[in-house]
C-alpha cells in the first residue's frame, strides 16, 4: 500500500454509471442528492456545509449540478470534481427564516437552467430518510416544483456504496491505521484517578493527527466512552468524573481518512471484574471468531447473526440488538452506511469488498462489555482490518 491513496476521476465515472444503473432499474429519471457521504461519493465535494440545505441533481443523463449556500458553492470547485459553471449558490436572505426556504430559489433556478419536468412516467428520487433533509425542505420543492413526481429514493447511492473498489479499501485500510492509534492512545492514558475528559482529549489528538503515513480527518461520531455501571448502556460519551478502581470502561471510536472510517471498540478493565463480565468476556470472544470464521462472499447477512445467536445461546446469553453494519464515508451524525445490518432479518448476500464494522456490545444490568472488529469480505474469506487483541484489555499500573 501506499502511503498517498487518491480517487482518480475515472472512479467517479464509474461511481456515477452505477448510481444511473440503479437509477434506470428504479424508475428514476433524477435523483437530488443530500446526504454528504453521497456528495462526497459522486463528486469528492467535502465542507463543513451540510447545517445548511445543499444537493447534487443528478439527472439520468447529462451534467450534475451542484446547489449550496452561496459562500459554501463560491468554494466547492475547491474539492468537487465539478465546473465551476455547474456550482450555484442561493442568496443568504434564504439562510434560517422562517417563512422562506433555500429551495424556493433553487425550485425557480432548476426552471431557469432549463430543467423540465420528467418524461411521462418518470419520477424523481429523494433522500428521504437523510440527515440533511428536513420535512421543510421536502415541502418547499413541493411546492417550487409541483408537476415533478417526487418519490423515495430508498438509500439508492448508499446501496451503490456498499462494495468498495480497491482504492476505498486502501483508504480504510489507512483509517485503520489510525483507529489502532487512538484506541491505543485510549488504552495507554485510562487509568485510576484519570479524568475521562483527558483521556478523551488523548483519543482526538490522535485520530486527527493520524500517523506519520496517514493524517487523520475529525470523525463522524466522538469517542464513547461508558464507564462502570454506565457501561449496560451504549453511545454515552465522557464526563469530567475519574476513573475508579474495578471499573471496566468501553471504548468505542473511530479512525478516518478521507471521509473513510474504520470504528473500533475494547473494554478496558481497571482491576479484578467481576464473575458475571468475565462470564460474558468468553462468551463475545467465542462469538466474534464463529462468525468472523464464517464470512465469505455468497453467505447471507442473516447467516453471521444466527451464528452469534447460537454462540451466545449456549451461553445462556442473548443480544436483541444487530451485531454490526456496512462502513466506508461517514459524516456526522453517523459512520455508518444506513444499508446493510448484521441480523436475522437481512437477506443480503455478502460480496467481495463490503466492509462492515462487527460490533459484540453486551449491554447488561449495571455493567457492560464492548468488543468489535472492522472487516473487508476478500475473495475466499475474511479480512480484519485491525490486529489489536480481542479480550478484556487490563492496561498496566
Known sequence: MTNVVNIQENEYLDRLLGVRARMNAQGLSALLVSDPANLYYLTGYNAWSFYT???????????????A???????????????????????????????????????????????????AGGQVGLELDSHFFSPKAYLSLVKALPEWDFVDSFELVNWVRVVKSPAEIDLMRAAATI?????????????????????AAEISKAQISGTPEFGG???????MMPTGE??????????????????????????AHKRYHVPLARTIMLGTPSAQLEKVVGAVGEGINAVLEMVKPGVHARDLSTVWDKTLAA???????????????????????????????????????????LICGMWMDNYGYELSEPFRVSADGVETFTSLPRDLIRPES
Open 53 to 67: 440545505p445543499q444537493f447534487l441533481f443528478v439527472p439520468a443523463s447529462g451534467d450534475l449540478v451542484l446547489f
Open 217 to 223: 480527518d475529525y470523525p463522524a461520531i466522538v469517542p
Open 179 to 199: 483507529s489502532t492509534a487512538a484506541m491505543t492512545a485510549a488504552i495507554n492514558n485510562i487509568r485510576v484517578g484519570a479524568r475521562q475528559c483527558d483521556v
Open 315 to 357: 451461553h445462556g446469553l442473548a443480544k436483541p440488538s444487530r451485531i454490526g453494519y456496512s462502513i466506508g464515508i461517514g459524516y456526522p451524525p453517523d459512520w455508518g452506511e444506513r444499508t446493510v445490518s448484521l441480523r436475522g432479518e437481512d437477506e443480503t448476500v455478502l460480496a467481495e469488498n463490503m466492509t462492515f464494522h
Open 230 to 255: 454506565a457501561a449496560d448502556t451504549p453511545h454515552l460519551t465522557w464526563s469530567d468524573d475519574r476513573f475508579v478502581a474495578d471499573e471496566a470502561v468501553v471504548v468505542e471510536l473511530a479512525g
Open 69 to 119: 449556500r452561496a459562500m459554501d458553492a463560491n468554494g466547492a470547485f475547491r474539492t468537487a470534481l465539478l465546473p465551476r459553471k455547474n456550482i450555484h449558490g442561493y442568496p443568504e436572505e434564504f439562510v434560517h427564516r422562517p417563512t422562506v426556504h433555500p429551495f424556493d430559489w433553487v425550485g425557480a433556478k432548476l426552471r431557469e437552467l432549463g430543467v423540465v419536468a420528467p418524461a
